[in-house]
């Protein structure tokens, strides 16, 4: 247990420096949960980078990264222009606090069962066995039908918990997944801020959603990667309203955790930040130093599957797949995905996707911050077509796909759609950003 209580401290130490480094760290208790979700988001991509060159995933690695975080972080915020508001810690803190600690206590006894077991806790074992990533995991034919190809986000901080623990930890993960879900609503309504709190509602709905507590429970990836997903979105929406390129890091990183979480979470991390750039496209440089990061750390991960002949049953053949005659001769799988995705999203989502979209109407109709609601639904609208895309075009049978799947895959477009709205409720509340271009200020009451 002292091992495990000491990961999570260098995840807050270096996730704290990040956040200074950003200009986004404000007080100190009401930084925790960020500073801990920071952590964990900018350690674990540089892990998998080196696993991928070969580098053991052992304690003197981990020890290294962490230095190298801590170095880079004191060197910008050295450079860094601006500081940032002092905040007092609220209610707020205690309650997400009880959350996260209800809720990692309640999972941590959970047997690993189903998708864990086959897929993210036996990757988790390997490398806690290995240290290194091994082939035969992968290339296992028995594994063909649990996505080989599938990143390592998860499983590095399984590993990681097995590595300061001093062995597997196997039912801790579900707690681990509990924790990390809470710390990324509470670094959203942390980075949202404001002394006007209307946009806790969605944030809460999320929070408390049977489906959200299903699959944590559970052990799958959908929700951590598609909160990730929602949280880089959110960061690149307040960015385009208060202008400080801190934003735009953090939301680079965010997206970058979330498209090594899972194989649509990187489709859905490659359309946010498409559809951002688009929506900004003026600041050029800043989204190129972006887009290099993105490359750098989601690129390697598809060359060493690909070197290794790995590829997912459930992909479609991507030249087949583009084909317009292929895809209106699907006409009637195409028609039987929306069907599935609309019940699915009245079913679990019902709440979100009306309060999504009255705020929409809302901002369109009170030219407030059209620009930015624009943002969120063509965004959104595009993930839930790429969905709907793989689907129709994937050579396994939808008759087995969509009641083992679809209830979790519709996740990756509504929790970010959860984001959205807090964000919009926000804006529609009466608050006017000041925008700031330094990279330090976040002073934006």
């Known amino acids: 247990m002292l091992g495990l209580i000491g990961l999570h401290i260098v995840f807050v130490l270096c996730g704290a420096a990040v956040l200074r480094a950003l200009g986004l760290l404000r007080g100190r208790l009401l930084a925790l949960g960020p500073a801990l979700l920071t952590g964990v988001m900018v350690l674990c991509p540089p892990l998998i980078l080196l696993l991928i060159l070969g580098v053991g995933l052992r304690a003197p690695t981990v020890i290294a990264v962490v230095v190298v975080v801590l170095v880079l972080a004191e060197l910008v915020a050295r ?15 205690l309650l997400i606090g009880l959350y996260a600690a209800l809720g990692a206590y309640s999972l941590a006894r ?34 063909s039908g649990t996505h080989p190809v599938y990143p390592l986000f998860g499983p590095v901080i399984e590993a990681l918990n097995a590595i300061a623990a001093g062995a597997p930890q196997l039912r801790f993960y579900h707690a681990e997944l509990w924790i990390l879900f809470a710390a990324i609503i509470w670094t959203a309504a942390y980075l949202l801020g404001g002394r006007q709190r209307p946009w806790v509602a969605p944030l809460v709905l999320l929070a408390v959603s049977p489906a959200v507590a299903q699959n944590l429970i559970s052990g799958y990836a959908d929700v951590l990667g598609a909160a990730l997903m929602g949280l880089g979105c959110l960061a690149l929406g307040l960015w385009q309203t208060r202008g400080s390129a801190g ?21 859905g991390a490659i359309i946010i930040f498409v559809v951002a750039v688009a929506a900004n496209h003026r600041r050029w440089r800043e989204w190129v130093a972006a887009g290099v990061a993105l490359a750098v750390f ?30 209106i001769s699907r006409h009637h799988e195409v028609h039987w995905v929306l069907e599935w995705v609309g019940a699915k999203v009245v079913e679990e989502w019902s709440w979100i996707a009306v309060t999504f979209l009255v705020l929409f109407v809302l901002c369109m109709v009170t030219r407030t911050a059209r620009r930015i609601a624009a943002f969120y639904l063509i965004a959104l609208g595009l993930i839930a077509l790429m969905l709907t ?33 807090a964000h919009l ?9 000041r925008p700031s271009v330094t990279l330090g200020s976040c002073q934006d009451r």
Request: aromatic share 14%.
């Open 425 to 433: 409720l926000w804006l529609l509340s009466g608050y006017k950003p």
């Open 298 to 327: 989601i690129a390697p991960w598809r060359l060493w599957t690909a070197a290794h002949h790995l590829s997912d049953s459930v992909q479609p053949k991507l030249g087949q797949a583009l084909s317009p005659s292929y895809l």
């Open 247 to 267: 934003y735009l890091a953090f939301g680079t990183v965010a997206l970058i955790a979330a498209a090594n979480t899972k194989d649509e979470d990187l489709l």
């Open 389 to 421: 895309w793989l689907y129709a075009t994937t050579p396994m049978s939808l008759a087995f796909l969509f009641p083992t799947s679809m209830f979790r895959t519709v996740d990756d477009f509504m929790i970010p759609a959860a984001f959205a709205s």
């Open 79 to 93: 450079r860094r222009r601006g500081v940032a508001a002092p905040a007092r810690p609220n209610w707020g803190v």
């Open 110 to 143: 959970l047997p690993t069962i189903e998708d864990d077991a086959r897929i993210w806790s036996l990757r988790g074992l390997a490398l806690s066995y290995h240290h290194v990533l091994a082939p035969q995991i992968f290339q296992n034919p028995y594994e």
